[in-house]
């Protein structure tokens, strides 16, 4: 009997685990139009992220030091280079859908990024 009892808990247990769960975004979405992108060290994490386009990118700098947030498209400025201090974070809008560069001009060439907006 206790045998089936733990059985059963078990399988509920593993039910509930599976029901709403949420699908695993490439960026922490806050359930509306903010995709929270964390500056670790010198790296955006995570460097690749999909969204929808009319969403937000929220970049929140956990590093100790000072980032560059810069966005172009086509060689074009989307959203131009935008210091954000330790501890500070910047909001940027993706209107269109498409694929951007994300850029910290200061830690270059290592610290780059993509974007992509459906």
Do not use: W
Request: net charge negative; hydrophobic share 40%; glycine share 10%.
């Amino acid at each position: 009997m206790k045998l089936y009892a733990l059985f059963v808990m078990s399988i509920m247990v593993l039910a509930l685990g599976c029901v709403n769960t949420p699908p695993v975004n490439n960026g922490s979405n806050n359930g509306g139009n903010i995709v929270e992108v964390d500056i670790e060290g010198f790296e955006f994490v995570p460097s690749s992220i999909t969204l929808e386009a009319g969403q937000t990118l929220r970049f929140v700098n956990n590093s100790g030091f000072a980032h560059d947030i810069h966005v172009k498209q086509n060689g074009q400025d989307v959203f131009p280079k935008t210091q954000v201090n330790a501890g500070s974070s910047v909001d940027v809008p993706i209107i269109n859908s498409g694929t951007y560069e994300l850029i910290c001009d200061r830690h270059l060439p290592g610290m780059i990024g993509t974007i992509t907006a459906t």
